[in-house]
């Protein structure tokens, strides 16, 4: 995966629709399933400028008897803005959640920037989860090509995509989202639901949260994650940059100070694994969960 890739695939998904941020809370959350001694719950995140309903088909799979907390987070897909960064303020509200909830210690499943989210989570709350799946996301994202960079590099680089993002006006964002959406997934009718919440979503908030996932590098704080922890990574979109050994191993040392962790690298899923190979993804769930 080149440094370019990437940039440019987050520039692409975030150049959406303005707006004006207000006060709101940090993510809006659906409720389905009982939770009568089936397990822990399970709270689900999805990525940048995606919904909730990313996650149909999983919870489906696991809900019922357990109870799913599926989230969307402000200002992706149609939901209110807030004010100030966002990746805080989910995560202290995630943990406000969980208490008036009474979830004791849910399992977090986050896709991309959700499983960053569960990364942040479980090393700033590393008592309040049971589990903690990963989907496609890395702890520094910025350092995929270039290991030893600075953190103030690392910003650098954050605020040039966020001015891109900022910038790009909507005929060319419109063009450059539903090519990189079409790496991402395989199917056309993914591909355009996925778009549509993109252009439902608040771009200076999407930018925003962009700058904090470019320019955070948890490669070192994830060695206080007390979670066991399972990460689902995928390749074959990356292929034309680089082989899947060299792809599989991004991951094995992002994560190499995380005690424990398990990863597993899904053969033909691209980004959305859920929508392209749902049986792997629930086959991995069911037997990390159980």
């Not at 704080?221 to 082989?243: E, I, N, Q, S």
Request: hydrophobic letters at 45%; aromatic letters at 6%.
């Amino acid at each position: 995966m080149t440094m370019n890739f990437i940039r440019q695939a987050l520039v692409a998904c975030a150049v959406l629709a303005f707006g004006n941020a207000h006060a709101a809370p940090a993510f809006k959350a659906d409720i389905t399933g009982q939770g009568q001694g089936q397990g822990p719950a399970v709270i689900l995140i999805p990525g940048l400028a995606s919904s909730g309903d990313v996650w149909q088909g999983t919870v489906r799979h696991l809900c019922g008897p357990r109870q799913c907390h599926v989230l969307t987070l402000a200002g992706f897909a149609g939901q209110p803005p807030i004010d100030g960064p966002l990746l805080p303020q989910v995560e202290r509200q995630l943990a406000d959640y969980i208490d008036a909830n009474g979830l004791g210690k849910p399992v977090i499943i986050g896709h991309s920037l959700g499983g960053f989210i569960g990364l942040k989570f479980a090393i700033g709350h590393p008592d309040k989860l049971s589990r903690l799946v990963v989907v496609d996301a890395l702890p520094a994202l910025g350092a995929t090509q270039v290991p030893d960079v600075t953190p103030d590099q690392l910003r650098r680089m954050a605020d040039g995509t966020r001015a891109a993002v900022l910038g790009q006006d909507e005929a060319a964002a419109e063009q450059s989202r539903r090519a990189t959406i079409a790496t991402m997934v395989a199917k056309p009718e993914d591909a355009e639901r996925i778009a549509e919440w993109g252009r439902r979503s608040h771009r200076a908030t999407v930018a925003g949260a962009m700058y904090e996932l470019m320019s955070t590098d948890l490669r070192a704080d994830v060695a206080r994650v007390r979670t066991p922890t399972l990460v689902l990574g995928t390749w074959v979109a990356y292929k034309a940059f680089a082989p899947r050994a060299a792809i599989e191993q991004t991951y094995r040392s992002q994560y190499a100070k995380l005690p424990g962790v398990r990863i597993e690298m899904a053969d033909t899923a691209r980004h959305f694994i859920m929508a392209d190979d749902p049986a792997w993804l629930y086959d991995r769930l069911d037997q990390f969960i159980q």
